[in-house]
């Protein structure tokens, strides 16, 4: 059963009722209405509180490349060759870490039996862009080139990334594509990814109220990670305005239908198609922003984990 949302006017599904209703009635303030380093603090709570319970694995080690984190999570004893998957968090490139996905890991690892390996790029306001991106790929080149150090001999690796995340993963998979020396990438997941800082898409008109992201926490993200009159055009800041390459990786993009983001989501999956990508596309109604990190409360969250470790597992068979 759905019900009709007040604030965004789309359905709100059953089992997403209760988180909501706990989220408006503790005062229903969004995240950008919050200082920086208590939103980060909330960010931390509520995904402790509503992500899943952390899976048991063989092994999870931390790392530290150039001036940020990376962890490892080993679901088995290995000594073979392997895929990874590479997992980058949301939080709008202002508030997540390690431990706000760690459960989202952990799941992951255990259910595709392939290394996760999530990368705690430098946050902004203290690091501006390019910082973000800047981690990410230096990271993607450490996986590739690191072995003697984490241990893993790797044949591909697929990139896994929610909200900034998402654009991060984006960015990384059109650098990949044009590069002359390209990395083994299997395929790209973007978990209802932030992929047009113009901002212009109808759905930002559309969620303004009621939910933890709204559209101007959007742009309250983007004023705190983009240096003032950084042209938002770019391609490794918008994904979704890049002239898209020809040998793109598959992608699973997935939109949810309570977000400002849901249409720039949709039209960035159109766009890898009429570059000649291999696409599967999932709009979930009924959801808002934030599903994965609330998966331990909301069945359909966990079910969207177990489809993406599915997609991961045929790409990487």
């Not at 249409?263 to 596309?281: I, K, M, P, S």
């Not at 177990?306 to 790409?315: H, S």
Request: charged residues 20%; glycine residues 8%; hydrophobic residues 40%.
């Amino acid at each position: 059963m759905t019900s009709q949302d007040l604030f965004s006017g789309r359905p709100v599904a059953e089992d997403a009722t209760a988180v909501l209703e706990r989220f408006r009635a503790s005062g229903g303030r969004p995240f950008h209405t919050y200082p920086v380093d208590e939103v980060r603090e909330m960010y931390e709570r509520g995904c402790a509180a509503n992500g899943l319970d952390g899976d048991s694995l063989f092994a999870v080690s931390d790392f530290t490349v150039q001036d940020f984190g990376v962890r490892v999570y080993e679901p088995q004893a290995r000594r073979e060759p392997t895929a990874v998957v590479m997992f980058f968090h949301g939080g709008g490139w202002v508030m997540g870490s390690l431990s706000t996905h760690d459960g989202l890991c952990r799941r992951l690892a255990a259910l595709t039996g392939l290394p996760v390996v999530a990368v705690d790029y430098r946050l902004a306001p203290e690091h501006l862009y390019p910082a973000a991106i800047d981690d990410s790929r230096a990271a993607l080149n450490w996986l590739f080139t690191a072995g003697p150090v984490h241990g893993l001999e790797i044949t591909k690796a697929v990139l896994v990334g929610d909200s900034a995340g998402g654009q991060l993963a984006a960015v990384l998979a059109i650098e990949n594509a044009k590069s002359a020396h390209p990395r083994p990438i299997a395929a790209q997941v973007l978990i209802y990814p932030m992929v047009n800082l113009t901002m212009s898409a109808p759905s930002y008109n559309r969620v303004t109220d009621g939910f933890p992201l709204v559209a101007d926490t959007i742009a309250w993200f983007a004023d705190h990670y983009l240096p003032q009159g950084t042209d938002r055009t770019r391609p490794d800041i918008s994904p979704a305005l890049a002239e898209l390459p020809a040998g793109l990786p598959p992608a699973y993009v997935i939109t949810v239908d309570n977000d400002p983001l849901v249409d720039e989501g949709a039209n960035y999956a159109a766009a890898l198609a009429q570059a000649g990508t291999e696409v599967r596309y999932q709009h979930l109604s009924g959801y808002a922003h934030g599903l994965l990190t609330s998966a331990g409360r909301i069945q359909r969250g966990e079910q969207t984990v177990d489809d993406i470790a599915g997609f991961i597992r045929d790409r990487t068979a």
